[in-house]
């Protein structure tokens, strides 16, 4: 069941059965708080609030594909940990149209489905993951940031732009030629998310 429009913490979701999302989820300290909060301050001078908001998300994702914090994510075996629980939900909870695995976030472009809210998607995501990574680390401890971002695609244009951010940011980030060779990632899967054979 679809929750709608609501606030958990700082950040507003949308989520409606039916919707195609963008969603960003982050390792713990891939963008401190106190970080976010120093890039906040400094736009408060901008008296549009959608530009504020356009202006730190540019700030974000800058910040992330530097790959800072641990990034866990740049081993193969964490990487290939969230890809297969991106891709085991397909055709269940969501319809998984993209996806790309950085080495500190993940993007994810998704159809939700009838029967889970996207809360609960990501929830089982993260949660699936860290209890997986956490143990083939050696490690204790919280994985990821409480918070994802989300964001509703409103038209053909915006999902055909969000689709190729998503295939792109490897390319973008440095860690390959083209999207094709990001192993951990929709484009490098050759992923057709229409096959009943999809992945």
């Given at each position: 069941m679809s929750k709608g429009i609501f606030n958990r913490g700082y950040l507003p979701h949308w989520d409606f059965q039916g919707a195609v999302q963008a969603i960003t989820f982050r390792l713990r300290d891939s963008v401190p708080a106190h970080v976010i909060s120093g890039w906040r301050r400094e736009l408060q001078e901008d008296p549009d609030e959608k530009e504020r908001a356009k202006k730190l998300r540019r700030l974000i994702a800058s910040f992330e594909d530097q790959g800072h914090g641990e990034a866990f994510l740049r081993e193969s075996a964490c990487a290939e940990i969230v890809q297969r629980q991106l891709v085991l939900g397909h055709g269940v909870e969501y319809r998984?149209?993209?996806?790309?695995?950085?080495?500190?976030?993940?993007?994810?472009?998704?159809?939700?489905?009838?029967?889970?809210?996207?809360?609960?998607?990501?929830?089982?995501?993260?949660?699936?993951?860290?209890?997986?990574?956490?143990?083939?680390?050696?490690?204790?401890?919280?994985?990821?940031?409480?918070?994802?971002?989300?964001?509703?695609?409103?038209?053909?244009?915006?999902?055909?732009?969000?689709?190729?951010?998503?295939?792109?940011?490897?390319?973008?980030?440095?860690?390959?030629?083209?999207?094709?060779?990001?192993?951990?990632?929709?484009?490098?899967?050759?992923?057709?998310?229409?096959?009943?054979?999809?992945?």
């Open positions: 998984l149209l993209e996806w790309c695995v950085m080495p500190n976030h993940i993007h994810v472009l998704v159809t939700v489905g009838e029967s889970s809210p996207l809360s609960s998607i990501v929830r089982n995501w993260k949660g699936r993951s860290a209890i997986e990574i956490n143990r083939l680390l050696g490690r204790l401890g919280s994985l990821w940031q409480r918070e994802y971002f989300d964001r509703y695609i409103r038209d053909l244009n915006h999902f055909y732009d969000c689709r190729a951010y998503i295939r792109n940011n490897p390319v973008n980030a440095g860690l390959c030629d083209a999207p094709e060779e990001w192993k951990f990632s929709s484009a490098g899967a050759k992923w057709q998310p229409d096959r009943e054979d999809a992945g």
